[in-house]
Structure formats: C-alpha cells, structure tokens
C-alpha cells in the first residue's frame, strides 16, 4: 500500500521464485486495503517473510499486527521497525552512539536552508530515496519543501557531507550477527535516489569497497553498533558516508530491497552467498528470536 509497491512486488516475486527452488511450500500474500479482513488466515503458516518496504510493512504497524496475533515472520519487531523508519527518531535515539551529519525538522516553509548549501532535505518516513532533494541554494530548497511539505507535514533537512556513499548488510544467523562486505556505490545521477537504486545501469557497484583494514573496521563496527542498539534483528542494510576517514550514518533499512538491482543481494554474493541461501537465512532467523534453531 506504500509508495514502494512496485519494489515490494518486484523483491516479492524474485523470493517467491527462490522459496519455490529451495523446496518450501508457500503462499503468495499481497497486502493491499483489505489486509485486516484477511489477515487471520497468515495464523495457519509456520512464518510470514516480510518483503513489504516503505509505510505499513516496514514501519513498525505490520509488524505490530502480527505481534498481536502472535504470527511469526522474517526482521526486525515492530518498536525497532518504528525507531528506524523514522529518521528524526532515530537520530534522537542514536545520538551519542555513531556519528550523524548536523539536521534540524521542520514544519512550515522557510525561504533559506537553516544549515546553510549544499543540504538534504527528506522526509522523516520514508524509503527508497522518494522525496529526497539535494538542494544548492535557496531556489532548490524551496522547490523541495513545496513538494514534500504538503505530503508529509514535516521534513529533515540535513547537512551535506561529500565524499563515498556507502551500504552495510547484516544477516542474523545461529552464530550472531554476520557483517557483509561493504557495498560502495558510485552512482550516476546527482545520489542514490529512487531512479539509481532500481535501474539496471544507474549506479555502479564497487565490492568489496575500497577501504584500508583500519577503514573497513570502523565502516562496519559503526554499522553494526547502530543495528544492534536499534534492536534490530533478522536482516538489514545500514546506509551512511564515508568522508575524510570518518563513517556518517544516515539511515537503517529494516527491510531491504531484494530485487535483481538491490544492496543486500549484492554483498551477499560477494561474501560468497547465493541469492536462495540468502533467503534461507532470512527465513530461519525468523525462529532466533525465540530461540529455535531451524
């Protein structure tokens, strides 16, 4: 029902594909306005595997549902879905534990940039980059505002920091949680927004990121701190900037994409992991959480 739809059929379809190769017997389960009518039937499954990204699935209130109705199923629960699809919230909750570029919300129109050029203005709720601007001056910025205002009622705007924007995956798995090799990305349009992140060809992936020892370890202790201090389980891709031998986090993905152009994917089989065995180990850190070993 989110605005990520198509991403969430198109990561849908390549899982259905994958369970169905890996032997599992499964239903296809499309959440569209109705769910609540049909949501009892999920009660006759062993495990839901969640691949909803953006509102709904992805922000803690799918999540909740499920919870209530004591349904098994694939990430993060429903307080640290709620904490990380919400960014102002997770700065605030984060603050102290990694490095975050400056940010200030805002709710009504203002004329200039309050962190000054270049800046980032986004919404605090939602995924895949949509409505994200990097904003030059003063025209750019109310341009940004004029387009997310009305639909969200609030934005961040962020300081820019240049320098290589970076994607960390992390899998949950009997032995703890396993870091993947870190994912830089080289897009070619102005960052990785919606257009570079799902088109075949937008964006260039450099794996394992170039990074001396020392560097690697700092990008993937900071991820992995950020990820378990949220809470998060299952699976996930901590996204932030790697400037002057410092790593800025932006964000965490509770439910990353899975497609045939996404991040996690992508480190997976880098670290020498096909895409049904990624599956797989999503599919059974579902019983970690109470600690059942599948």
Known sequence: MSREREISLRSGERVKKALERLGY????????????????????????????????GEDGTFQAILDFLGIRYTGSDAFSSMICFDKL?????????????????????????????????KPRREGSS???????????????????????????????IPG???TVSILETEKGFEVLPVLELRPKRRFYDYVAKYTKGETEFILPAPLNPSEERLVKETALKAF??????????VDGIFSDGRFYFLEINTVPGLTETSDLPASAKAGGIEFEELVDIILKSAFLKEGVKV
């Open 25 to 56: 017997e499964y239903t296809v389960f499309d959440v569209k306005e109705d769910f609540l009518k049909k949501v009892d039937q999920l009660k006759s499954f062993d495990v839901v595997f969640n691949v909803l990204h953006g509102t709904f």
């Open 164 to 166: 290589r924007e970076m």
């Open 89 to 121: 919230a997770t700065y605030r909750f984060l603050k102290g534990t990694v490095e975050i570029p400056d940010f200030v919300e805002i709710k009504e129109f203002m004329k200039t940039s309050p962190l000054g050029y270049p800046c980032v203005v």
């Open 130 to 160: 949509i409505g994200v601007f990097v904003c030059e001056s003063d025209e750019e910025f109310q341009h940004a505002l004029k387009e997310d205002l009305p639909r969200y009622g609030s934005v961040i705007v962020q300081k820019y």
């Open 228 to 237: 378990v201090e949220a809470g998060c389980r299952g699976f996930g891709r």
